[in-house]
């Protein structure tokens, strides 16, 4: 048997069936479109929805590991619990400071890198290409390391390079207090995930038709009216699926927080607080609602980035 | 370009290329430096030392770092091997069939991607432990597809979407059999669509800390990252930093070996995925 499991020759057309009318063919390749797709969006659902499932009821009970004998139902008690606490606001207020600070300044720096990247000679692109990869492929975790050693009052190198700046000394303890704590976590994440969001905008670039540059260069226009006229206007839909990706993964920040600081000083997050409950403190209860709350916030600022800024992901990368 | 424009250009290159390589320059310049060194208060170490490294591939750490090794790269290797096949199946559906719910998959490939991590772990540690598959490698394994799967269902439909499958039928026009087209025209043209997606999901499974962090407890399947995260020393008193640094500096070469190889195939892979039309 030389024929395996591929498909019968007739199917092998490109895709353009008249929709309406559902022949054989039509049937048996729904059939078989299911058949291919289906494990893995079978897969998928089993590692999410049915965690979150999970995750939903047990917040349900107040329920301790370490005394299950006493677990019971109380409903929604123990997201009264954590919307009272100044802990689970604390959390959200750091997490959202976090979010707000790296993207805003990631989606910048990046756009720079982005326009070095592309203008770039030849010789040296290549060097530049891999470099850039280097900060994304490298674990967050030696990340957080790299950033947290170089601060660090002992073992860092930056107070005795930046004595001169006012506030800087030899025994300044970076990990001493909130606010110089979240400006490290900021500076880590954002030298990580820049590169990405720059490869990104840099693809958004390429997009943005040449023959509009030159036609608004022949007009007269300065380079900044190019850069706000032509160029962004351009590139709109590469910036929000950046944009947007870019906000919910900062809004999961966890590693970086767990190496360099371990939530003290009031730098927990909100991943961080749901890790707590749970695995640290045995709260199953009230570390599933924690992780249900964080959930539905990442849904909100989804939706609200799609219905709000009108970010269609599908036609974004030629879905239709 | 004027000539004082490429000059200007070149400097950005090169501020890239710095602004990239100098944490990493950092946490290298640290792993070899002695212990004594490690307060300096300066960049590079003065007499570079191996001590470090010999302490976690040979010495007192390497019974923490060794197995955290090969953990990592079992675990992360087998679920980038059953997300890419998983994928391979749905990404050829989603380019070449016409099916309803195409959409759906792809749209929950999404919701998955921007999926808390650590709203599954708080279930699947309780879960885990009763059914015990805490701490063991598949343990890992199945979470780890939610990280693996929806990026490479998206990059690889994006790669499959260009090749040109009429060829497949041009060769059997001109007398190939089915099997001799699909291996002589598709495989070569899929492949590396494949092999870029695998790289990408490599380095998310590889970059992992939550789950790793939270359902092992013992070296049975702590990967790296977790491993790291929790070092402390050999012995309490011992300071660890010089450990980590030579430890992350291990980690850190295969994803920079990767990088060097296929950085032409990254880019495209990780912009076509999100971006591309």
């Given at each position: 048997?030389?024929?395996?499991?591929?498909?019968?020759?007739?199917?092998?057309?490109?895709?353009?069936?008249?929709?309406?009318?559902?022949?054989?063919?039509?049937?048996?390749?729904?059939?078989?479109g299911w058949l291919l797709a289906g494990p893995a969006f079978l897969v998928m659902l089993g590692v999410t929805a049915y965690p979150i499932l999970q995750a939903t009821y047990e917040s349900l009970f107040s329920y301790r590991l370490t005394d299950p004998a006493n677990r019971e139902f109380v409903g929604l008690n123990n997201y009264l619990v954590i919307l009272s606490d100044t802990l689970w606001w604390q959390a959200l207020g750091v997490t959202l400071l976090i979010t707000v600070i790296t993207v805003a300044v990631e989606l910048v720096l990046g756009f720079g890198l982005a326009l070095v990247m592309s203008k770039a000679l030849k010789s040296i692109r290549p060097v530049v290409r891999a470099a850039i990869l280097i900060p994304y492929a490298v674990i967050t975790v030696v990340s957080a390391f790299a950033w947290q050693f170089a601060f660090d009052i002992n073992t860092g190198f930056v107070n005795s390079w930046f004595a001169w700046i006012p506030g800087v000394s030899a025994d300044t303890d970076w990990f001493g207090e909130t606010g110089t704590s979240l400006l490290v976590i900021c500076l880590a994440e954002i030298w990580k995930t820049t590169p990405f969001i720059s490869l990104l905008l840099l693809a958004g670039l390429a997009q943005v038709p040449e023959v509009l540059q030159e036609a608004a260069k022949v007009d007269g226009a300065t380079w900044w009216q190019r850069m706000t006229k032509v160029t962004l206007p351009n590139m709109k839909a590469a910036i929000m699926v950046a944009l947007l990706f870019r906000t919910l993964d900062a809004f999961r920040v966890f590693d970086s927080i767990f190496v360099m600081t371990g939530g003290a000083n009031n730098t927990e997050s909100v991943s961080f607080l749901a890790y707590r409950q749970t695995i640290s403190r045995l709260e199953i209860g009230l570390g599933s609602a924690v992780s249900v709350l964080l959930f539905l916030s990442v849904v909100l600022i989804a939706a609200l980035f799609i219905k709000g800024f009108k970010v269609d992901l599908a036609s974004a990368r030629g879905e239709r | 370009m004027s000539r004082k424009e490429k000059i200007w250009w070149w400097i950005g290159g090169v501020a890239i290329v710095v602004y990239c390589l100098f944490p990493i320059g950092w946490i290298v310049a640290l792993s070899f430096k002695s212990a004594g060194d490690l307060n300096s208060g300066d960049f590079l170490p003065n007499g570079a030392v191996l001590d470090n490294y010999s302490l976690i591939l040979t010495g007192n750490a390497s019974d923490l770092f060794l197995p955290a090794l090969?953990?990592?790269?079992?675990?992360?290797?087998?679920?980038?091997?059953?997300?890419?096949?998983?994928?391979?199946?749905?990404?050829?559906?989603?380019?070449?069939?016409?099916?309803?719910?195409?959409?759906?998959?792809?749209?929950?490939?999404?919701?998955?991607?921007?999926?808390?991590?650590?709203?599954?772990?708080t279930p699947l540690f309780n879960v885990w432990r009763q059914i015990?598959?805490?701490?063991?490698?598949?343990?890992?394994?199945?979470?780890?597809?939610?990280?693996?799967?929806?990026?490479?269902?998206?990059?690889?439909?994006?790669?499959?979407?260009?090749?040109?499958?009429?060829?497949?039928?041009?060769?059997q026009v001109d007398g190939a059999t089915t099997?001799?087209?699909?291996?002589?025209?598709?495989?070569?043209?899929?492949?590396?669509?494949?092999f870029t997606t695998a790289i990408i999901a490599f380095f998310i499974a590889w970059n992992d800390f939550v789950y790793g962090i939270s359902l092992t407890s013992t070296e049975n399947a702590r990967p790296v990252p977790a491993a790291l995260g929790l070092f402390s020393g050999a012995s309490q008193f011992e300071d660890p930093t010089g450990a980590i640094a030579a430890a992350a500096v291990i980690v850190t070469i295969p994803v920079v070996v990767l990088v060097l190889l296929f950085q032409r195939r990254i880019v495209a892979g990780l912009t076509n995925g999100a971006v591309k039309g």
């Amino acid at each position: 048997m030389t024929q395996t499991t591929l498909p019968p020759v007739e199917k092998t057309q490109p895709v353009s069936a008249p929709h309406g009318k559902i022949s054989d063919r039509s049937k048996s390749e729904r059939k078989l479109g299911w058949l291919l797709a289906g494990p893995a969006f079978l897969v998928m659902l089993g590692v999410t929805a049915y965690p979150i499932l999970q995750a939903t009821y047990e917040s349900l009970f107040s329920y301790r590991l370490t005394d299950p004998a006493n677990r019971e139902f109380v409903g929604l008690n123990n997201y009264l619990v954590i919307l009272s606490d100044t802990l689970w606001w604390q959390a959200l207020g750091v997490t959202l400071l976090i979010t707000v600070i790296t993207v805003a300044v990631e989606l910048v720096l990046g756009f720079g890198l982005a326009l070095v990247m592309s203008k770039a000679l030849k010789s040296i692109r290549p060097v530049v290409r891999a470099a850039i990869l280097i900060p994304y492929a490298v674990i967050t975790v030696v990340s957080a390391f790299a950033w947290q050693f170089a601060f660090d009052i002992n073992t860092g190198f930056v107070n005795s390079w930046f004595a001169w700046i006012p506030g800087v000394s030899a025994d300044t303890d970076w990990f001493g207090e909130t606010g110089t704590s979240l400006l490290v976590i900021c500076l880590a994440e954002i030298w990580k995930t820049t590169p990405f969001i720059s490869l990104l905008l840099l693809a958004g670039l390429a997009q943005v038709p040449e023959v509009l540059q030159e036609a608004a260069k022949v007009d007269g226009a300065t380079w900044w009216q190019r850069m706000t006229k032509v160029t962004l206007p351009n590139m709109k839909a590469a910036i929000m699926v950046a944009l947007l990706f870019r906000t919910l993964d900062a809004f999961r920040v966890f590693d970086s927080i767990f190496v360099m600081t371990g939530g003290a000083n009031n730098t927990e997050s909100v991943s961080f607080l749901a890790y707590r409950q749970t695995i640290s403190r045995l709260e199953i209860g009230l570390g599933s609602a924690v992780s249900v709350l964080l959930f539905l916030s990442v849904v909100l600022i989804a939706a609200l980035f799609i219905k709000g800024f009108k970010v269609d992901l599908a036609s974004a990368r030629g879905e239709r | 370009m004027s000539r004082k424009e490429k000059i200007w250009w070149w400097i950005g290159g090169v501020a890239i290329v710095v602004y990239c390589l100098f944490p990493i320059g950092w946490i290298v310049a640290l792993s070899f430096k002695s212990a004594g060194d490690l307060n300096s208060g300066d960049f590079l170490p003065n007499g570079a030392v191996l001590d470090n490294y010999s302490l976690i591939l040979t010495g007192n750490a390497s019974d923490l770092f060794l197995p955290a090794l090969v953990n990592s790269f079992g675990i992360c290797l087998i679920a980038t091997a059953i997300s890419c096949l998983l994928s391979m199946f749905a990404a050829y559906a989603i380019a070449r069939l016409d099916f309803p719910g195409k959409k759906l998959v792809l749209s929950t490939a999404l919701v998955v991607a921007i999926f808390p991590v650590i709203s599954i772990v708080t279930p699947l540690f309780n879960v885990w432990r009763q059914i015990g598959l805490y701490d063991t490698w598949p343990g890992l394994i199945i979470p780890y597809l939610s990280l693996t799967l929806p990026i490479s269902i998206w990059t690889m439909s994006a790669f499959f979407r260009e090749i040109p499958w009429e060829m497949e039928q041009a060769a059997q026009v001109d007398g190939a059999t089915t099997w001799q087209a699909f291996r002589k025209v598709i495989v070569p043209l899929a492949a590396p669509g494949v092999f870029t997606t695998a790289i990408i999901a490599f380095f998310i499974a590889w970059n992992d800390f939550v789950y790793g962090i939270s359902l092992t407890s013992t070296e049975n399947a702590r990967p790296v990252p977790a491993a790291l995260g929790l070092f402390s020393g050999a012995s309490q008193f011992e300071d660890p930093t010089g450990a980590i640094a030579a430890a992350a500096v291990i980690v850190t070469i295969p994803v920079v070996v990767l990088v060097l190889l296929f950085q032409r195939r990254i880019v495209a892979g990780l912009t076509n995925g999100a971006v591309k039309g």
